[in-house]
């Protein structure tokens, strides 16, 4: 699907605010309603955008420990089913395919480290196929986004 520079304005705006009115958005990009109703209907359809989410705060939910594990398996075999998994636990916000010694790295919230280990322990290394996992622990988070440079300005600040 080609896109042009009305529908990354389109992108931009409800990616900083998926509640934000089609009227405003309408408003801002020089179109009708109808029509922005109809760009961003399209744009789901293609895939461009998967949906939209109320971003959570982790600790206010009572999930302050951010931890990053790196996994390694034993067979590329197991790949398919590892990540078929990881799809079932929640605590996994991200998972991603690596080049090096271990073939994920993965973003877990948990409450406190004895959670995390119970996690490790019983759920992560549970998992057919997962040979060592290395985890660190993230002291502070300085920066956290959901944003994509979008508006053909790759280093476009807010």
Same mark, same amino acid.
């Given at each position: 699907?080609?896109? &042009?520079?009305?529908?990354?304005?389109?992108? &931009?705006?409800?990616?900083?605010?998926?509640?934000?009115?089609?009227? !405003?958005?309408?408003? %801002?990009?020089?179109?009708?309603?109808?029509?922005?109703?109809?760009?961003?209907?399209?744009?789901?359809?293609?895939?461009?955008? !998967?949906?939209?989410?109320?971003?959570?705060?982790?600790? !206010?939910?009572?999930?302050? $420990?951010?931890? *990053?594990?790196?996994?390694?398996?034993?067979?590329?075999?197991?790949?398919?089913?590892?990540?078929?998994?990881?799809?079932?636990?929640?605590?996994?916000?991200?998972?991603? *395919?690596?080049?090096?010694?271990? %073939? *994920?790295?993965? #973003?877990? #919230?948990?409450?406190?480290?004895?959670?995390?280990? &119970?996690?490790?322990?019983?759920?992560? $290394?549970?998992?057919?196929?997962?040979?060592?996992?290395?985890?660190?622990?993230?002291?502070?988070? #300085?920066?956290?986004?959901?944003?994509?440079?979008?508006?053909?300005?790759? &280093?476009?600040?807010?």
């Amino acid at each position: 699907m080609a896109i &042009d520079d009305i529908d990354l304005r389109i992108l &931009d705006m409800l990616q900083r605010n998926g509640k934000l009115s089609q009227a !405003k958005i309408a408003g %801002a990009v020089g179109l009708t309603t109808p029509s922005v109703n109809e760009r961003i209907k399209k744009m789901e359809r293609h895939g461009m955008i !998967k949906g939209f989410v109320a971003l959570l705060d982790h600790e !206010k939910m009572g999930l302050p $420990l951010t931890a *990053y594990i790196d996994v390694a398996l034993e067979h590329p075999r197991f790949e398919k089913s590892f990540v078929d998994d990881l799809e079932r636990l929640l605590a996994v916000q991200e998972c991603h *395919y690596l080049a090096g010694d271990f %073939a *994920y790295r993965l #973003k877990v #919230k948990a409450s406190n480290p004895g959670s995390l280990a &119970d996690f490790i322990q019983h759920r992560l $290394l549970a998992i057919r196929g997962v040979a060592r996992t290395r985890t660190c622990l993230s002291l502070a988070s #300085k920066k956290e986004s959901t944003l994509l440079p979008l508006v053909n300005e790759p &280093d476009k600040e807010k």
